[in-house]
């Protein structure tokens, strides 16, 4: 069964920074892109920034600048550095395959707030 397990979200003022952990099943990370999205209260689940196992990667334009994602192949997790936080970066953030597979993890909360 597929596994999906996010870690690392918190509650943190704006310019601040947060580092989220994702644990993969090795059946998908070492074959896919791997990918982090988010979804805010109200909104539809967007791409936040996905990589490839060589190393290409793509950023939400929303986001360039401020988070990097990487990923450790041996240990089958995806990262997802975020920097200068701000509000409008609020949402539970997932990872999954890039393009997403149905299954989902739960998620971890990340809210920006003074």
């Known amino acids: 069964q597929v596994q999906l397990v996010e870690s690392g979200g918190d509650l943190v003022q704006p310019g601040g920074s947060l580092r989220l952990s994702c644990a993969a099943s090795?059946?998908?990370?070492?074959?896919?892109?791997m990918a982090w999205y988010r979804q805010a209260p109200g909104k539809q689940r967007e791409l936040v920034a996905a990589l490839t196992r060589i190393g290409l990667t793509n950023y939400a334009d929303s986001v360039k600048g401020r988070f990097t994602i990487s990923r450790d192949n041996a240990k089958n997790t995806v990262f997802l550095q975020m920097n200068s936080l701000k509000p409008e970066d609020t949402a539970v953030y997932y990872c999954?395959?890039?393009?997403?597979?149905?299954?989902w993890g739960q998620g971890t909360q990340v809210t920006v707030s003074s």
């Open positions: 090795a059946s998908i990370f070492s074959i896919y892109p």
């Open positions: 999954n395959t890039s393009p997403p597979r149905n299954h």
